[in-house]
């Protein structure tokens, strides 16, 4: 089976996977990143008026193949 790494990023600060997960498949990859980004979405304290979360699936070279993104916004209505 392929091994696909899941690098996590916060508004620019990134934490590399650097043990990977071995899935049957690229829609298993694509699926276990959006799970681990909701996953990791409600653990992350939230601040601020913008934050950016992504999920980056990479292969085994390295070659980035897809993202997972969530953007937190907050805007103040007049």
């Given at each position: 089976?392929?091994?696909?790494?899941?690098?996590?990023?916060?508004?620019?600060?990134?934490?590399?996977?650097?043990?990977?997960?071995?899935?049957?498949?690229?829609?298993?990859?694509?699926?276990?990143?959006v799970r681990s980004l909701m996953e990791?979405?409600?653990?992350?304290?939230?601040?601020g008026t913008h934050r950016e979360l992504?999920?980056?699936?990479?292969?085994?070279?390295?070659?980035?193949?897809?993202?997972?993104v969530i953007t937190f916004e907050v805007?103040?209505?007049?």
């Open positions: 089976m392929p091994k696909y790494f899941f690098d996590f990023s916060d508004t620019g600060e990134s934490s590399p996977d650097e043990a990977g997960t071995e899935l049957a498949s690229f829609e298993a990859a694509k699926a276990e990143a990791m979405t409600a653990e992350v304290p939230l601040g992504t999920m980056t699936v990479r292969d085994e070279s390295g070659r980035n193949l897809a993202q997972a805007r103040v209505l007049d």
